[in-house]
């Protein structure tokens, strides 16, 4: 992947307009994986082409499930049935992605042959252990490297039985993982976390025709029961229309109208959260994709205030937060971030990387722990200008580039190949609605 990829932002500037961020990159996930596990043929529509997703399809490609490319957001699949996947090659490189990483050693697990888990050098560094220890419960042979980072080893299923897992973190990788393991098990495997994650797998197996037993806070299901096809329509990916719902409610002026946003319960936190910063969000025209709600949102500039947001707000908006520091930057008085502390195992540590670049742009703002402190500029007030290392992290340079909208200095945002890997167009999308910015490929 190319570091020297560069976003390079004027600054100033306001929103306008009509748009559709692309599909939701963990249902897109799960959409190739239940479907390559299915009987029969699946089609899926609103696929988010991106480098991670496309990871999850090589992947199943290389095991066999026939999966073809009718339009860049379209997909028909041919699944090959729970147990009818192939011993690929060789690794699966899994890229960048933890989600492929994550919910694949759980499905790996139950196969009856061995296969090994591979990604790039960041992936390579993000906690395995938290799903290798309960998959060992349940009795599959997967080893990790010493660190308790990938690759991962796992050898072919000896007898799986189903547990019932108390879960130290909420997280829909966890999960979805020990679900899709579940399906392999003997008897049931449920899982309990400390607050609802996000719900995808429980709402897409049972369009599937799988049996799941879901509440708030838990999921489970029986062992052996077989998927079957289904058409999946993706919805537009609430994490990528954060970028956009922080950058129109920070500048004053700004209406953007973001279309066919997915907003399942488990993930609107970010609205919840901006909402309590005085921003105004109107959901519009709800509605239904198969299992997932669905609506338009509405966005209007307006000041914000800083908040305190806890730990109950934390899980149904994991992968927005970047984005929410830009917010309370921008907002008028100081935000409390507190019981985040799953940010700093994310593709990069995203408080420490928010944080110092905060700092860069001139903002008074505190690494904790589990979370920050950071001192608006207000409406009134401009961040500077700067450098960013982004770090590599997707989520890190795109709040950045919306940061220069409020920014009385231009913005360069280092290292940002791998804003690929969940918002392809990103750059083109934003300048259209009236973002200043420009890409600078480089060479390597």
Request: one cysteine or more; proline letters at 5%; glycine letters at 12%.
């Given at each position: 992947?190319?570091?020297?990829?560069?976003f390079k932002?004027?600054?100033?500037?306001?929103l306008?307009?009509?748009?559709?961020?692309?599909?939701?990159k963990?249902?897109?996930?799960?959409?190739?994986?239940?479907?390559?596990?299915?009987?029969?043929r699946s089609r899926?529509?609103?696929?988010?082409?991106?480098?991670d997703c496309?990871?999850?399809?090589?992947?199943?490609r290389?095991m066999?499930?026939?999966?073809?490319?009718?339009?860049?957001?379209?997909?028909?699949?041919?699944?090959v049935?729970?147990y009818?996947?192939?011993?690929?090659g060789?690794?699966?490189d899994?890229?960048?992605?933890?989600?492929s990483?994550?919910?694949?050693?759980?499905?790996?697990s139950?196969?009856?042959?061995g296969?090994?888990?591979s990604?790039?050098?960041?992936l390579?560094?993000?906690?395995?252990?938290?799903?290798v220890?309960?998959?060992?419960?349940?009795g599959?042979?997967?080893?990790?490297?010493?660190?308790?980072?990938?690759?991962?080893?796992?050898?072919?299923?000896?007898h799986?039985?189903?547990?019932?897992?108390?879960?130290?973190?909420?997280?829909?990788?966890?999960?979805?993982?020990l679900?899709?393991?579940?399906?392999?098990?003997?008897?049931?495997?449920?899982?309990v976390?400390?607050?609802?994650?996000?719900?995808?797998s429980?709402?897409?197996?049972?369009?599937f025709?799988?049996?799941?037993?879901?509440?708030?806070?838990?999921?489970?299901?029986?062992?052996?029961?077989?998927?079957?096809a289904?058409?999946i329509?993706?919805?537009a990916?609430?994490?990528?229309?954060?970028?956009?719902l922080?950058?129109?409610?920070?500048?004053?002026?700004?209406?953007?109208?973001?279309?066919?946003?997915?907003?399942?319960?488990?993930?609107?936190?970010?609205?919840?959260i901006?909402?309590r910063?005085?921003?105004?969000?109107?959901?519009?025209?709800?509605?239904?994709?198969?299992?997932?709600?669905?609506a338009?949102l509405?966005?209007?500039?307006?000041?914000l205030?800083?908040?305190?947001?806890?730990?109950e707000?934390?899980?149904?908006?994991?992968?927005?937060?970047?984005?929410?520091?830009i917010?309370a930057?921008?907002?008028?008085g100081?935000?409390?971030?507190?019981?985040?502390e799953?940010?700093r195992?994310?593709?990069?540590?995203r408080?420490?990387?928010?944080?110092?670049?905060?700092?860069?742009?001139?903002?008074?703002?505190?690494?904790?722990?589990?979370?920050?402190?950071?001192?608006?500029?207000?409406?009134?007030?401009?961040?500077g200008?700067?450098?960013?290392?982004?770090?590599?992290?997707?989520?890190?340079?795109?709040?950045?580039a919306?940061?220069?909208?409020?920014?009385?200095?231009p913005?360069?945002i280092?290292?940002?190949?791998?804003?690929?890997?969940?918002?392809?167009?990103?750059?083109?999308?934003?300048?259209?609605?009236g973002?200043?910015?420009?890409?600078?490929?480089?060479?390597?």
């Amino acid at each position: 992947m190319n570091k020297k990829t560069v976003f390079k932002l004027s600054a100033g500037g306001r929103l306008q307009g009509r748009l559709r961020v692309p599909g939701d990159k963990s249902i897109s996930h799960r959409s190739v994986m239940f479907a390559s596990l299915a009987e029969g043929r699946s089609r899926i529509s609103g696929f988010l082409n991106g480098e991670d997703c496309l990871s999850t399809m090589k992947a199943f490609r290389a095991m066999g499930a026939e999966v073809q490319i009718d339009a860049p957001d379209r997909l028909r699949i041919d699944g090959v049935g729970l147990y009818g996947l192939k011993a690929p090659g060789q690794a699966l490189d899994l890229g960048n992605s933890g989600t492929s990483m994550r919910l694949m050693a759980g499905l790996m697990s139950g196969q009856r042959f061995g296969s090994v888990l591979s990604g790039d050098a960041s992936l390579s560094r993000r906690p395995m252990r938290r799903v290798v220890d309960p998959l060992r419960r349940m009795g599959a042979q997967i080893e990790t490297a010493e660190s308790g980072t990938a690759p991962l080893s796992i050898g072919p299923a000896n007898h799986l039985h189903g547990i019932r897992y108390e879960s130290p973190v909420s997280s829909a990788q966890v999960k979805s993982c020990l679900l899709l393991a579940g399906l392999y098990a003997e008897g049931e495997t449920v899982v309990v976390e400390p607050a609802p994650s996000r719900d995808h797998s429980e709402r897409m197996l049972q369009v599937f025709g799988v049996d799941v037993k879901a509440r708030p806070g838990s999921a489970g299901l029986r062992g052996g029961q077989s998927l079957h096809a289904s058409d999946i329509r993706v919805p537009a990916d609430i994490s990528s229309a954060a970028f956009f719902l922080v950058a129109a409610a920070i500048v004053p002026g700004s209406e953007l109208i973001l279309t066919d946003v997915g907003i399942n319960p488990t993930r609107t936190g970010v609205i919840e959260i901006l909402r309590r910063m005085g921003a105004d969000i109107e959901v519009l025209e709800p509605r239904e994709f198969g299992s997932e709600p669905v609506a338009d949102l509405r966005v209007r500039g307006v000041g914000l205030s800083g908040v305190e947001i806890g730990a109950e707000l934390v899980a149904s908006a994991i992968d927005e937060f970047p984005a929410l520091f830009i917010a309370a930057a921008c907002a008028h008085g100081e935000t409390v971030i507190s019981g985040a502390e799953e940010l700093r195992v994310k593709e990069s540590d995203r408080i420490q990387a928010m944080v110092d670049g905060l700092r860069v742009l001139g903002v008074d703002a505190e690494a904790r722990a589990d979370g920050a402190c950071i001192a608006g500029v207000g409406a009134e007030g401009q961040l500077g200008g700067g450098r960013i290392d982004s770090l590599g992290d997707h989520r890190v340079a795109m709040s950045f580039a919306v940061a220069a909208l409020r920014a009385s200095a231009p913005i360069v945002i280092d290292d940002c190949a791998n804003v690929d890997t969940s918002f392809p167009g990103f750059a083109e999308l934003a300048a259209g609605a009236g973002l200043p910015i420009t890409v600078d490929h480089g060479h390597d």
